[in-house]
């Protein structure tokens, strides 16, 4: 080669054939129980977003008058529609803000495109040369034309924080309890509501540590200003930084607890099992 000359990429002829490897781990577990996880739960969310009943207990309800409410994060906030639209569940207005946050958030892409699409399944292995029909090239695209959608999360942001603080308050009514008296509540925790404020936690986490947000707080700048506003931008941005850290541990924790969070205020309002108080 002459000197200033630039060397082109190499490329393959043709896809490697699927799953072909040189590696020697045990590569495919990661993605296969990736996989399973996220389809358990989006089959679970999706019977339950369907399903429209039974998501939330205490007082105001006719199952138990003497209970702190409980609301199913799945359900929230409470949505009460006209008998016209009976048949509609609430959740299906609800579910599309904290459900696009997850869809277009940089590390779900990653898990579910592995997993789910195989594209690719795993670094240095052979990923399909064609999915459902739709034949794939060598040249690497991109998310664009219908993926472009994928841009939207910096967006879905905004409505995960409003959502933040509806499931806060969530936890705050599962500390009242209707008085004995009948006039008024009284303070009370039960296994309910340490269930909801966990939920409520671990999305929390999963929300502050996210890409878009520590981009947002100062992630764009180069360096940061000496006045009291730069100093306040720096340590979001540090508290952010040490966050996201973990953010895939958080993306786990919170999709886990969000679907056990629903299961257990499902149990409580069919009464199999009887949400047990402890203040």
Same mark, same amino acid.
């Given at each position: 080669m002459a000197h200033g000359e630039i060397a082109e990429a190499s490329v393959p002829s043709k896809l490697s054939p699927f799953a072909a490897t040189n590696r020697r781990d045990h590569w495919w577990v990661g993605p296969l129980v990736t996989g399973l996880v996220l389809t358990t739960f989006i089959v679970y969310a999706t019977a339950r977003a369907l399903y429209g009943g039974l998501y939330h207990v205490g007082h105001g309800t006719q199952l138990l008058e003497d209970h702190a409410y409980l609301l199913s994060p799945l359900y929230s906030p409470l949505i009460v529609l006209p008998e016209s639209l009976a048949f509609v569940s609430p959740a299906l207005l609800i579910l599309w803000a904290p459900g696009g946050f997850r869809v277009t958030c940089y590390y779900y892409r990653k898990a579910y495109y592995r &997993? +789910?699409?195989?594209?690719? %399944?795993?670094?240095? %292995?052979?990923?399909?040369? &064609?999915?459902?029909?739709? /034949?794939?090239?060598?040249?690497? /695209?991109?998310?664009?034309? +219908?993926?472009?959608?994928?841009?939207?999360?910096?967006?879905?942001?905004?409505? !995960?924080?409003v959502f933040l603080v509806l499931l806060s308050i969530d936890v705050g009514h599962a500390c009242l309890w209707p008085s004995p008296e009948g006039e008024g509540f009284s303070f009370g925790i039960s296994v309910g509501t340490l269930v909801l404020a966990a939920n409520t936690t671990l999305l929390t986490l999963y929300t502050f540590s996210c890409h878009s947000?520590?981009?947002? %707080?100062?992630? $764009? +700048?180069?360096?940061? !200003?000496?006045? &009291?506003?730069?100093?306040?931008?720096? $340590?979001?941005?540090?508290?952010?930084?040490? +966050?996201? /850290?973990?953010?895939?541990?958080?993306?786990?924790a919170s999709l886990i607890v969000v679907g056990f969070a629903d299961f257990y205020v499902w149990m409580v309002a069919s009464g199999r099992i009887t949400d047990l108080r402890i203040i």
């Open positions: &997993s +789910l699409f195989l594209d690719p %399944v795993g670094c240095a %292995v052979g990923e399909p040369s &064609s999915f459902c029909g739709f /034949k794939r090239g060598l040249a690497y /695209k991109g998310e664009t034309r +219908l993926l472009l959608f994928q841009n939207l999360h910096r967006y879905f942001l905004y409505f !995960a924080l947000l520590r981009h947002l %707080v100062g992630g $764009r +700048l180069d360096c940061f !200003a000496q006045s &009291s506003v730069g100093q306040t931008r720096y $340590r979001l941005w540090s508290w952010t930084t040490f +966050l996201n /850290k973990n953010h895939m541990a958080w993306a786990w």
